[in-house]
């Protein structure tokens, strides 16, 4: 799990520079110290997490008319928070206590987010006649 966790940091340093907004947070992906991975870690994790909004708004908005299949939305929604977060509890366990917990759980969590916007993101492009996708074509 250490490996894992310092693995992902170096990665981490070298690939979001580009990607992440703002000098000061590009700087602290070349930051070694704990403290300056912890901050691109968060910073990579935001940007997940932001994408995972806009799909899940969009999914949202298009069941606008549809309250009982919006409620299963949002249920599956918080479902998915609270495994998300016991999941990176579980994955992170090895270095609890230690400097890189914090990182090691914010990887996880952007690992996990990009997966869920994975698995939503098919659901606005929807073929006609598709039962198992109940969200309806953009108007």
């Known amino acids: 799990m250490v490996a894992f966790a310092l693995r992902w940091a170096v990665a ?8 992440i907004s703002g000098p000061a947070l590009a700087q602290d992906c070349a930051d ?13 994790f935001k940007k997940s997490d932001a ?27 918080r479902a998915w928070i609270a495994f998300r977060d016991a999941e990176c509890a579980f994955r992170a ?3 609890e ?6 990182m090691t759980v914010t990887l996880c969590r ?8 994975t698995e939503l993101e ?12 109940p ?4 108007q």
């Open 110 to 117: 952007k690992d996990v987010t990009d997966r869920r916007v």
């Open 51 to 77: 994408r995972l909004n806009q799909v899940y708004g969009q999914i949202a908005a298009r069941l606008s008319g549809d309250a009982a299949t919006k409620a299963k939305l949002v249920a599956a929604q």
């Open 122 to 133: 098919p659901l606005l492009n929807c073929e006609e006649g598709d039962t198992s996708c």
């Open 12 to 19: 981490a340093a070298i690939t979001f520079p580009g990607v």
């Open 97 to 102: 206590g230690g400097s890189i917990h914090s």
């Open 135 to 138: 969200v309806p074509a953009a």
């Open 32 to 44: 070694p110290t704990q403290m300056g991975l912890d901050q691109c870690a968060g910073a990579a």
């Open 93 to 95: 366990a090895g270095v």
